[in-house]
């Protein structure tokens, strides 16, 4: 008899758990955020990066809500350029340089982005490479008059890409990024599409040497050289 009361007792005990929760009023408890989830991938962005890097027209910086940049990116890249920031204008977001993510953060981030943004991609698949490579300036004089002058000239109807403090903010990185993926929603081709008298657009090393002319035009001073920077081991012109 005992056992049955006791037992009878839980029974109690445990039907007023259950039933507490059907109570109206009660406050449901928040599903654990896990790290790399797509839900938690989604709100790191709108809290961080949306601002810059949204989609369509919106955003100052090329939106990342867009498979042609995973297609092109390699997480390697993409982590990088989170952890230690890019040029003056894309901030670091390492903890270790102050800012509110760990590496391990970082590289759940990029991976959650690509599963959601990426449409299966891995990167590298672009036909180019997504960092920036050194190129010759003077055949990239003749690229910038006849694919690009038309809508950049200084005066031109999409703003003049050589004007100096333009290129005081922006990084070669930058220009090469907004050649490569160009901006569809504000009319701006992409590096593979139709271009003034190059109707099959550029070839990677057009693109190379355009981006290495233009930054000519950038007056030059320690405090800019990280945006002028080129990594050593992506030099093309030297194996022309
Ligand atoms: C059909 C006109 C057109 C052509 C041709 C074109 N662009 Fe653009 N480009 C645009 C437009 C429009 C934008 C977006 C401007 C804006 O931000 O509103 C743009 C944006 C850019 C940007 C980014 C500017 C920014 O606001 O950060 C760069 C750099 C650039 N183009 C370089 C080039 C280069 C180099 C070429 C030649 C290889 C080229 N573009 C060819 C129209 C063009
Ligand atoms: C204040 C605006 C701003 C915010 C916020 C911002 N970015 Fe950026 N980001 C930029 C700008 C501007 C650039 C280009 C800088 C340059 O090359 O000179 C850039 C560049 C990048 C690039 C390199 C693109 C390429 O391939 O050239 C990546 C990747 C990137 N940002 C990711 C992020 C992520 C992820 C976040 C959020 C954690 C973020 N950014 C937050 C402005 C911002």
Same mark, same amino acid.
């Given at each position: 008899m005992r056992l049955h009361i006791s037992r009878f007792l839980s029974c109690l005990a445990i039907l007023a758990v259950v039933g507490c929760d059907r109570m109206p009023g009660k406050p449901k408890e928040a599903t654990p955020v896990v790290i790399g989830s797509p839900a938690w991938t989604q709100s790191t962005f709108n809290t961080n990066c949306r601002g810059c890097h949204s989609q369509g027209a919106e955003g100052a910086a090329i939106p990342l809500i867009d498979a042609g940049y995973w297609k092109v990116a390699t997480d390697a890249q993409v982590i990088q350029v989170i952890a230690q920031g890019q040029g003056v204008l894309m901030p670091s977001y390492l903890d270790s340089n102050g800012g509110p993510m760990s590496s391990d953060q970082i590289a759940a981030f990029v991976k959650g982005m690509r599963t959601l943004w990426g449409a299966g991609s891995s990167g590298g698949q672009g036909g180019i490479s997504g960092t920036v490579v050194a190129g010759n300036a *003077? @055949? !990239? *004089?003749?690229?910038? *008059? *006849? @694919?690009c002058a038309s809508c950049h @000239? @200084? !005066?031109g109807s999409a703003g003049s890409v050589t004007d100096p403090m333009y290129l005081k903010l922006i990084s070669n990185q930058g220009l090469w990024s907004a050649i490569v993926y160009g901006r569809a929603a504000l009319g701006s081709p992409a590096w593979n599409q139709p271009m003034p008298q190059h109707p099959n657009g550029l070839t990677p090393t057009e693109v190379a040497d355009v981006v290495s002319w233009i930054a000519q035009s950038r007056p030059m001073s320690s405090a800019n050289a990280q945006v002028n920077s080129i990594p050593k081991d992506k030099n093309v012109s030297d194996s022309k």
């Amino acid at each position: 008899m005992r056992l049955h009361i006791s037992r009878f007792l839980s029974c109690l005990a445990i039907l007023a758990v259950v039933g507490c929760d059907r109570m109206p009023g009660k406050p449901k408890e928040a599903t654990p955020v896990v790290i790399g989830s797509p839900a938690w991938t989604q709100s790191t962005f709108n809290t961080n990066c949306r601002g810059c890097h949204s989609q369509g027209a919106e955003g100052a910086a090329i939106p990342l809500i867009d498979a042609g940049y995973w297609k092109v990116a390699t997480d390697a890249q993409v982590i990088q350029v989170i952890a230690q920031g890019q040029g003056v204008l894309m901030p670091s977001y390492l903890d270790s340089n102050g800012g509110p993510m760990s590496s391990d953060q970082i590289a759940a981030f990029v991976k959650g982005m690509r599963t959601l943004w990426g449409a299966g991609s891995s990167g590298g698949q672009g036909g180019i490479s997504g960092t920036v490579v050194a190129g010759n300036a *003077s @055949a !990239g *004089s003749q690229v910038f *008059s *006849s @694919a690009c002058a038309s809508c950049h @000239a @200084a !005066g031109g109807s999409a703003g003049s890409v050589t004007d100096p403090m333009y290129l005081k903010l922006i990084s070669n990185q930058g220009l090469w990024s907004a050649i490569v993926y160009g901006r569809a929603a504000l009319g701006s081709p992409a590096w593979n599409q139709p271009m003034p008298q190059h109707p099959n657009g550029l070839t990677p090393t057009e693109v190379a040497d355009v981006v290495s002319w233009i930054a000519q035009s950038r007056p030059m001073s320690s405090a800019n050289a990280q945006v002028n920077s080129i990594p050593k081991d992506k030099n093309v012109s030297d194996s022309k």
